[in-house]
């Protein structure tokens, strides 16, 4: 009985612990995703707020 409680609760412990590996890189991967598209965002709204600005500066009068 002992040996089975023991090999049950391991076995719980290994799927308890394969499932937060697995949500920690799904976790990590979403928040590369999420970081990758912010950057370029912010990218291309630097590159929107350059051109403007030189445009402005550099318009014929």
């Avoid at 023991?6 to 499932?19: A, C, E, M």
Wanted: hydrophobic share 45%; with cysteine; charged share 15%.
């Amino acid at each position: 009985m002992a040996q089975g409680l023991r090999l049950f609760s391991s076995d719980l412990k290994s799927i308890i612990t394969h499932r937060l590996h697995r949500d920690t890189a799904q976790t990590l991967c979403t928040q590369r995703i999420f970081y990758c598209i912010h950057h370029t965002v912010a990218l291309f709204l630097e590159g929107l707020i350059d051109i403007h600005i030189q445009q402005k500066l550099y318009a014929p009068a």
